[in-house]
């Protein structure tokens, strides 16, 4: 039996990084500080490179007990035996990722700032839905733009809710407020000066609301 994946949290997401000792020693920083969830995202390394961090990156997060979802490629989530996905709108369908990666794995969906997105991965078999950017992004500056009401509006869907794009400790909690179940974070806690520091200030943005809002369970692997 596998442990549950607690959908609440910090959803650390990796930099573009091709230096893997640098990469693990980066990543394994902010998970000692208690990310909640892992997704490897690396635009900058070729196949091989990325198979390699990514069965890295595994190991890393078995020993911390923390779930890595592979960003765009299913097929190399299912390869490794990570335990999901996250998928864009360029990133394939979601029900062949679901039929190859099986009911337990966690399967994200971007809906950046369409509902009826949220409404399709919903009825697609998605594990949780992602919107944003919230702010200005200094990973994808071009990124289309949401609102706080995305979040609010899209609880009866009954999935764990993703913000995402330029949050920082400073600019969170009135996402939470607006219903984030994860806040999905690259620059804000990879550039920091302090990243376990970091980590830990977007976690303490949970401190004021309950472990579970009524509309979200525990997405568990058997
Ligand atoms: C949690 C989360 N949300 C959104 C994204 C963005 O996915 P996508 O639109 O496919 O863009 P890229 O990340 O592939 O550039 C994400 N990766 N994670
Ligand atoms: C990968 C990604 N997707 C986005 C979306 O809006 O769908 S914003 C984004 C970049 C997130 O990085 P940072 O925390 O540095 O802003
Ligand atoms: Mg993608």
Redesign the pocket.
């Known amino acids: 039996m596998n442990p549950p994946w607690p959908p609440r949290g910090l959803y650390a ?1 990796t930099p573009d990084e091709t230096d893997t000792d640098r990469l693990l020693a980066r990543v394994e920083v902010i998970l000692a500080a208690g990310a909640t969830w892992l997704q490897y ?1 690396n635009k900058a390394a070729d196949g091989a490179l990325r198979a390699t961090q990514a069965r890295e990156l595994l190991a890393l997060c078995r020993r911390h007990g923390v779930p890595l979802l592979v960003n765009d490629d299913w097929r190399l989530a299912a390869a490794i035996g990570a335990d999901g996905a996250h998928l ?1 709108e360029d990133d394939g369908e979601l029900a062949a990722a679901r039929a190859a990666l099986g009911e337990a794995a966690i399967i994200g969906a ?1 809906c ?1 700032d369409d509902p009826e997105l949220a409404r399709l991965a919903a009825a697609s078999g998605a594990s949780y839905i ?1 919107f ?2 919230f702010f200005t ?4 500056p071009n ?2 733009r ?1 609102t706080p009401e995305l979040l609010r509006d899209s609880a009866p869907l009954g999935l764990p809710r993703v913000a ?4 920082t400790p400073d600019n969170a909690r009135p996402l939470v407020e607006a219903g984030a179940d994860l806040l ?5 806690v990879f550039d920091a000066t302090d990243p376990a520091a970091a980590a830990r200030a977007y976690l303490d943005c949970f401190d004021a609301r309950p472990a579970h809002s009524p509309s979200t369970t525990d997405i568990s692997t058997p």
């Not at 999905?184 to 804000?188: F, N, R, Y």
């Open positions: 997401i995202r864009g971007s950046y992602a944003g950017a992004s200094p990973t994808k990124a289309r949401a995402i794009g330029g949050i999905a974070v690259i620059s804000g």
